[in-house]
């Protein structure tokens, strides 16, 4: 998706810039862009399972915490 961002009569490169900046981040390119730079090797099974686990048992620790008092509710 092209972007075409063009200078106003008399508006100096400050402005310019900022505004090209923020367009550029409104439009998501810049996310997209830094998402593409960097690929990572999908985890294996086993290693999704247990971190699942992992998260579930947290999660009921927190909850169970929350209950009892130990930690505040927000």
Excluded at 4 to 9: Q, S
Excluded at 31 to 58: D, G, T
């Amino acid at each position: 998706m092209p972007m075409e961002v063009r200078r106003r009569k008399n508006e100096n490169v400050g402005s310019f810039l900022y505004r090209f900046s923020k367009r550029i981040q409104q439009s998501g390119v810049l996310k997209e862009v830094r998402k593409r730079r960097v690929r990572s090797r999908p985890e294996n099974k086993r290693k999704r399972k247990l971190s699942a686990l992992y998260r579930m048992k947290k999660k009921d620790e927190m909850a169970k915490s929350k209950k009892y008092g130990r930690i505040q509710k927000k």
